[in-house]
């Protein structure tokens, strides 16, 4: 069993933000294999399929970015799963915009949905694609910058952004990280 959950704010006027990439991955992920997300609960929309033998849950937290180790942690229990079966797509302001990095284990790096989930977990092991939004200019304010819609000429690079963090979670899901780390880390 996996757990992939991507993080987001809920509502329409957080869904074009830099903060939800984590949401628009899940979502073309899902769709992508067939897996359809609806609502479980008051906590999360999820969706269960299969990808390369493997069950899989794919999922959204319904709350607040900083309140997402709530839904986390109900996700889990529903599955079955636990933190070693969990894989988290987020948002990264240390990464360039359209990088992505895997990461299992570490602290929350300033992102207040992983601190969440760590917190409410009681640990960090679980695993992390980090998809890079890039840093704001000098003088704008970062928890501004996160909660704006992305540019008009960004567009173009977050389609690819989302199609290719969607890949490597595929590699990742039905071959190993280390393959995904191989093909998608950039130098």
């Known amino acids: 069993m996996k757990v992939v959950v991507g993080l987001g704010n809920p509502g329409r006027e957080y869904a074009e933000t830099r903060h939800n990439i984590g949401f628009r991955v899940v979502e073309a992920f899902a769709a992508a294999h ?8 008051s906590d999360a929309l999820a ?4 990808l390369g033998g493997e069950d899989l849950w794919v999922a959204e937290p319904l709350m607040f970015m900083n309140r997402s180790g709530v839904a986390v942690r109900w996700l889990l229990q529903e599955s079955g799963g636990d933190a070693r079966s969990l894989l988290v797509v987020h948002d990264d302001l240390d990464l360039a915009f359209g990088r992505l990095r895997f990461k299992r284990r570490g602290g929350a790096g300033g992102h207040n949905g992983v601190r969440s989930i760590i ?6 092991e679980f695993l992390r694609l980090k998809v890079g939004i890039g840093r704001p200019a000098p003088g704008h304010d970062p928890v501004d910058y996160v ?10 690079g977050v389609t690819a952004m ?8 595929g590699v990742a899901l039905t071959e190993d990280v280390a393959t995904a780390m191989d093909r998608f880390h950039a130098p």
């Open 47 to 50: 969706g269960r399929g299969v």
């Open 119 to 124: 917190e409410t977990l009681g640990t960090d």
């Open 162 to 169: 989302v199609e290719t963090a969607c890949e490597a979670l």
């Open 147 to 156: 909660l704006e819609p992305f540019a008009p000429d960004e567009g173009p």
């Open 34 to 41: 067939g897996i359809r997300l609806r609502r479980h609960g």
